[in-house]
Every structure is written in C-alpha cells, then in structure tokens.
C-alpha cells in the first residue's frame, strides 16, 4: 500500500478546521475539486513524463531537498495528470514515507475528490491530520470514510475513530497511538520510544555462548522488522497502559518477537523486533506503549531511521479478540517503495491457538523464503506456539526492567512469569535456556520472588553448559 493506506469518500463542501490555528490545514477536503475543474486544465505530460516526474521528486525528497520536490509535484498537480488517483496516491505516499505530512495537507487535500480518486488518498490525508494534531479536520475525513461502508475498512476505521477520541479527550497528550512522533506537541508531551531486540529474547544472558547458539551473520543480508502489533478497539489505551501489561498487550510484543527470533536463525536475514515504550513528560515512570491503530508509514519511516544500517522489509500488524475468539492480521511492507506486498490473518480460540498460530509463523516462513541456518543450537519452531508467546513476552518485561527502562510495576507479575517458564523448561533447548535467563533477571530485580530450587530441563550439552553461567 502506499503510505497512510488507501481510502476514498464522498464528496464534501464542509472545510476541515485548520491545526492549532495553523493555516496549514486550510483547505477543503473534497469540495475544491468541482472549483479547479472549472478551470482551463495544463495540458497533460505524456505517461513516462509524470513518472519520471515523481521520480525525480521522490529523489529531491531522499536528497532532503523538500522545496525542489514540491516544485515538481506542483507542476503535476497543475496539468490535468494531476487529478489522476495514481498521481495523488503517489505524491501523498513519498511525502509521507520522508514525514512532510504538512505538504500532504497542502498540496493534495485542496484536489482530492472522494468519488473521482477512489480510497487510497483519503486515508493519506486522514492520517496526515492525526499527525498535525487536528481532531477536526480527521473526523471529516473519516466521516467521510464511513459513508463508503466498506465492510473490509471497518476495523481499521474504528481504529482512527478511536485515537481521535483519545486526542480529543487529551488534546496535549501525546501523539495518538498509531501516529508516534507525527507532530510536535510541545516539550511537555509524552514521548514514545522504540526499542529494537536484534538477538532472541532468551539469548540476553547466555553471551558467553554465542558462538554455539547463534549463527554467524555474513554476506548480503535482507534486514526485517517486525513491529509491535496494534490493539485496534482496545478500551480506554490511556488508563490501560498505566497498569500493568495483560495478555493482549503482551501478545502484542511477544508475536513479532517470536517472527524475529525464527528468521535470526536463517542464513539470509538480519532481523530485529522492534516494541515501544511511553515516557511521561512529568518525570513519572515509563510505561508499556499500546497502539490503537495500525502502524502507518511514516512510523515505518522512522523505523527505518533510527535502524542504524537501514531496513528492507518491515512487518507491522493488528491483533483483535472479541467473546474469546482471537484474530491477528500481518502486512509485509517492501521499504523501498514503502508498498505493502502481503497479508496474512490468523483465527483462533484458546482451543485451536497452538495450529492456528503455528500455521500463521509458517505461512510468514514460506512467503519470506526461509531456511535454517547451521549452528550447534538447531533452530526448530515450538509446537506449542501459545505457551511461547507468554514465555517470549515475560522474558521481554523483565528484560526491560533489567534495563531500566519501564519499572517492575509495568509487567505481569514476576511470580507469575517465573511459574511459567518453569512449567514449560523442558520442552526444548530454546525453552530452558528461556527459563534460564528469565530466572537470573527475576533473581536480579524481583528480591520478592524465591528463584531457587530443581527445575527440570531438556536433557543437552548446550543446556549443561548454559546452567554453569547461572550456578
């Protein structure tokens, strides 16, 4: 998909209300297009002319040459090309990807007409509201947006209808779930920090043997992401992320968590799972971020920033419970088109989690051409996925609370994690090294929780070995 996702709407003669009194959101969204239609149109370039156009754009833009860019988006947008869809989906799209939300607003709201465009800029331009922080001027688009009544689009409409109901009960919070970092919000503003786990979870302690459990990485590497998923629906993000993590939220973390750690163990992938923390403004505890909308690509765009050695690939998602019934959706982005290539859905119940979600890691597998890798710790998928996912997800808390970036208080309890990973240590070599460093971290921050005791482990040399770091 191109960057703010696809939508259309009807038409609209209401204007939108500008941003914190900014002119920047002047426009009006869909009324403007029957005024420039009244006009004598630019003669239209020739196909290969409007290409090479958006082109060259898009290198102003990746030059960090946004004045250049906008001048030949203008000469596009003033021929008749430019009350293209394609045209309008594309310019909104490179804006985005390169975080120039304002010139989305600028240069695209005035021409977009719903009916005529179709789908995709409308949600461009949604999202690029949320981003300037106008509560206003995204409800008109996502009113807009309803009247489509598509029923494919509603889970992720009531996503944005639900971080603009937080930013309308907050407007001086922080950015709405969904949107991190979009738009400044002053000094005083909460701020969302995303913090990459390059190496699996259970590794983090077992350093000293990381020459046995983990494959060299060498020769040209595809890099992946996989993003903490969002909790579109999620009642209340406010007040829930101000209490300690449940099973959704660890779900969340734990299921990119787990996709990463699998294609850490092919010879062809550089992985990294990438979750968010909130940090207060007023010095208060930071806290386990939840998103309640999809990721858009202007986050992909700033994960890709701040990866250090860049990103091919980027694996966002939603995850959805309702009366028992789970669901979880994955969309691969292709980074440098900032495209997305592929879906893939999962549905379960605590019944049928185990097929259904090793189902979905496999599908993922194969449409991404693993393979595993040699090393003397054999990588092999869990076949008992969901009891993984809590394993991988309390490791991640306490991991963090080892590292002083969220407090104790922001996780399950430790008590409980332990339990579970001591139940399930002997289910494989991944599981006891798990158990291994879960118990050393909860030894490390919990004085509360007794660590000692026999525990029963996979029977393995690498197992032996890793149990003499611990003694």
Same mark, same amino acid.
């Given at each position: 998909?191109?960057?703010?996702?696809?939508?259309?709407?009807?038409?609209?003669?209401?204007?939108?209300?500008?941003?914190?009194?900014?002119?920047?959101?002047?426009?009006?969204?869909?009324?403007?297009?029957?005024?420039?239609?009244?006009?004598?149109?630019?003669?239209?370039?020739?196909?290969?002319?409007?290409?090479?156009?958006?082109?060259?754009?898009?290198?102003?833009?990746?030059?960090?040459?946004?004045?250049?860019?906008?001048?030949l988006?203008?000469?596009?947008?003033?021929?008749?090309?430019g009350?293209?869809?394609d045209?309008?989906?594309?310019?909104?799209?490179?804006?985005?990807?390169?975080?120039?939300?304002?010139?989305?607003?600028?240069?695209?709201?005035?021409?977009?007409?719903?009916?005529?465009?179709?789908?995709?800029?409308?949600?461009?331009?949604?999202?690029?509201?949320?981003?300037?922080?106008?509560?206003?001027?995204?409800?008109?688009?996502?009113?807009?947006?309803?009247?489509?009544?598509?029923?494919?689009?509603?889970?992720?409409?009531?996503?944005?209808?639900?971080?603009?109901?937080?930013?309308?009960?907050?407007?001086?919070?922080?950015?709405?779930p969904?949107?991190v970092?979009?738009?400044?919000?002053?000094?005083?503003?909460?701020?969302?920090?995303?913090?990459?786990?390059s190496?699996?979870?259970?590794?983090?302690?077992?350093?000293?043997?990381?020459?046995?459990?983990?494959?060299?990485?060498?020769?040209?590497?595809?890099?992946?992401?996989?993003?903490?998923l969002?909790?579109?629906?999620?009642?209340?993000?406010?007040? @829930?992320?101000?209490?300690?993590?449940?099973?959704?939220?660890?779900?969340?973390?734990?299921?990119?968590?787990w996709?990463?750690?699998?294609?850490?163990?092919?010879?062809?992938?550089?992985?990294?799972?990438?979750?968010?923390?909130?940090?207060?403004?007023?010095?208060?505890?930071?806290?386990?971020?939840?998103?309640?909308?999809?990721?858009?690509?202007?986050?992909?765009?700033?994960?890709?920033?701040?990866?250090?050695?860049?990103?091919?690939?980027?694996?966002?998602?939603?995850?959805?419970?309702?009366?028992?019934?789970?669901?979880?959706?994955?969309?691969?982005?292709?980074v440098?088109?900032?495209?997305?290539?592929?879906?893939?859905?999962?549905?379960?119940?605590p019944?049928?989690?185990?097929? @259904?979600?090793?189902?979905?890691?496999?599908?993922?597998?194969?449409?991404?051409?693993?393979?595993?890798?040699?090393?003397?710790?054999?990588?092999?998928?869990?076949?008992?996925?969901?009891?993984?996912?809590?394993?991988?997800?309390?490791?991640?808390?306490?991991?963090?609370?080892?590292?002083?970036?969220?407090?104790?208080?922001?996780?399950?309890?430790?008590a409980?994690?332990?339990?579970?990973?001591?139940?399930?240590?002997?289910?494989?070599?991944?599981?006891?090294?798990?158990?291994?460093?879960?118990?050393?971290?909860?030894?490390?921050?919990?004085?509360?929780?007794?660590?000692?005791?026999?525990?029963?482990?996979?029977?393995?040399?690498?197992?032996?070995?890793?149990?003499?770091?611990?003694?």
């Amino acid at each position: 998909m191109g960057f703010f996702d696809r939508f259309s709407a009807k038409k609209s003669t209401s204007a939108p209300a500008s941003a914190n009194g900014s002119d920047a959101t002047h426009a009006a969204i869909a009324a403007s297009a029957a005024a420039a239609s009244s006009s004598p149109a630019s003669p239209a370039p020739a196909v290969g002319s409007v290409k090479a156009l958006l082109e060259t754009a898009r290198e102003k833009l990746t030059a960090k040459d946004l004045p250049a860019a906008v001048a030949l988006y203008e000469d596009v947008l003033a021929s008749s090309a430019g009350d293209r869809p394609d045209v309008l989906v594309a310019i909104s799209g490179d804006l985005g990807s390169h975080g120039h939300v304002n010139e989305i607003i600028e240069l695209v709201a005035p021409r977009y007409d719903a009916e005529r465009h179709g789908p995709a800029t409308g949600l461009n331009l949604l999202q690029a509201y949320l981003a300037v922080r106008n509560p206003d001027a995204a409800q008109h688009v996502l009113d807009i947006l309803f009247g489509l009544q598509r029923p494919e689009l509603e889970q992720r409409l009531y996503g944005f209808s639900n971080a603009i109901a937080e930013m309308i009960a907050a407007p001086h919070a922080a950015p709405p779930p969904g949107v991190v970092g979009g738009a400044a919000v002053g000094a005083d503003a909460p701020k969302v920090a995303l913090v990459s786990i390059s190496k699996p979870i259970w590794f983090y302690g077992l350093e000293a043997m990381a020459t046995q459990l983990l494959p060299s990485k060498e020769g040209h590497l595809r890099r992946i992401a996989f993003a903490q998923l969002a909790l579109p629906n999620y009642p209340d993000l406010v007040a @829930a992320m101000k209490k300690p993590e449940d099973e959704l939220g660890r779900l969340s973390r734990a299921l990119p968590l787990w996709l990463a750690e699998a294609f850490y163990f092919s010879p062809s992938y550089h992985p990294v799972a990438a979750v968010a923390v909130m940090n207060p403004p007023d010095g208060a505890p930071a806290h386990l971020m939840i998103f309640g909308a999809e990721w858009t690509t202007e986050n992909l765009r700033q994960l890709v920033d701040t990866s250090g050695n860049g990103l091919d690939f980027i694996v966002t998602g939603a995850l959805r419970v309702h009366a028992g019934d789970y669901e979880a959706l994955l969309r691969v982005w292709e980074v440098k088109t900032f495209r997305e290539r592929k879906t893939f859905t999962a549905r379960w119940t605590p019944a049928t989690a185990d097929e @259904a979600l090793a189902r979905l890691h496999g599908d993922v597998r194969a449409y991404m051409e693993w393979s595993p890798d040699s090393a003397a710790f054999a990588y092999v998928p869990t076949a008992k996925p969901r009891a993984w996912l809590d394993t991988l997800g309390g490791s991640l808390g306490l991991f963090l609370v080892e590292k002083n970036i969220i407090p104790l208080a922001a996780i399950s309890p430790s008590a409980e994690v332990l339990a579970h990973a001591t139940q399930h240590a002997a289910a494989g070599e991944a599981a006891s090294f798990a158990f291994l460093t879960t118990r050393a971290r909860i030894a490390h921050v919990d004085a509360a929780v007794v660590v000692s005791g026999d525990v029963t482990l996979a029977r393995s040399p690498l197992v032996n070995e890793a149990k003499k770091i611990f003694v």
